[in-house]
């Protein structure tokens, strides 16, 4: 599978983009999966359905299944949080799958980049960040598009991961 990521910081743009690639790449024929990190506790599932009560009452793991659609919930009961590698090996295959945050890892990654957000650019302190999409005109020595030109930012992506 292909890797590629959205990062920049909180209000960025990041979740935007991301969801306009994921429509604009699959429009295009390719399969595409998501990967979302959250730095805060984040619950899918809700106060007093089954598949919450399994989880309250101790399970490792709940697999909630119908006829649209499968979720697997983890709990990691103070076990450390799995690495990107580890949650990518998880995933079924796919054409292309779209990171959003872990700005840290080493997949090459897109900057969404709002100047109102008044955030230093990731771009120049991390060599993974391949290009940034801005909402504001930019010079730096990596390619710069508008953060509304899915298309080029997806032919970007598509051109660097070989696809």
Same mark, same amino acid.
């Given at each position: &599978?292909?890797?590629?990521?959205?990062?920049?910081? +909180?209000?960025?743009?990041?979740?935007?983009? &991301?969801?306009?690639?994921?429509?604009?790449?699959?429009?295009?024929?390719?399969?595409?999966?998501? #990967? +979302?990190?959250?730095?805060?506790?984040?619950?899918?599932?809700?106060?007093?359905?089954?598949?919450?009560?399994?989880?309250?009452? !101790?399970?490792? @793991? #709940?697999? $909630?299944?119908?006829?649209?659609?499968?979720?697997? &919930?983890?709990?990691?009961?103070?076990?450390?949080?799995?690495?990107?590698?580890?949650? $990518?090996?998880?995933?079924?295959?796919?054409?292309?799958?779209?990171?959003? !945050?872990?700005?840290?890892?080493?997949?090459?990654? #897109?900057?969404?980049?709002?100047?109102?957000?008044?955030?230093?650019?990731?771009?120049? @302190?991390?060599?993974?960040?391949?290009?940034?999409? /801005?909402?504001?005109? $930019?010079?730096?020595?990596?390619?710069?598009?508008?953060?509304?030109?899915? /298309?080029?930012?997806?032919?970007?992506?598509? +051109? @660097?991961?070989?696809?």
């Amino acid at each position: &599978m292909k890797v590629y990521g959205v990062t920049g910081w +909180k209000n960025a743009g990041k979740t935007g983009l &991301m969801e306009r690639l994921v429509a604009e790449i699959t429009g295009r024929g390719y399969t595409v999966s998501t #990967v +979302k990190h959250a730095h805060h506790a984040v619950d899918v599932d809700q106060p007093g359905t089954d598949s919450y009560r399994h989880r309250a009452a !101790g399970a490792s @793991e #709940v697999l $909630l299944a119908s006829g649209q659609r499968v979720a697997l &919930m983890q709990e990691l009961r103070g076990a450390p949080e799995p690495s990107l590698t580890d949650l $990518l090996a998880r995933l079924s295959p796919v054409d292309l799958v779209l990171i959003e !945050g872990f700005k840290r890892g080493p997949h090459p990654k #897109v900057e969404a980049f709002r100047a109102v957000a008044n955030n230093p650019l990731i771009a120049s @302190e991390n060599d993974s960040v391949r290009a940034v999409a /801005s909402d504001t005109p $930019l010079e730096l020595d990596i390619p710069v598009f508008d953060l509304n030109d899915t /298309s080029a930012v997806a032919d970007f992506i598509l +051109k @660097e991961v070989g696809l």
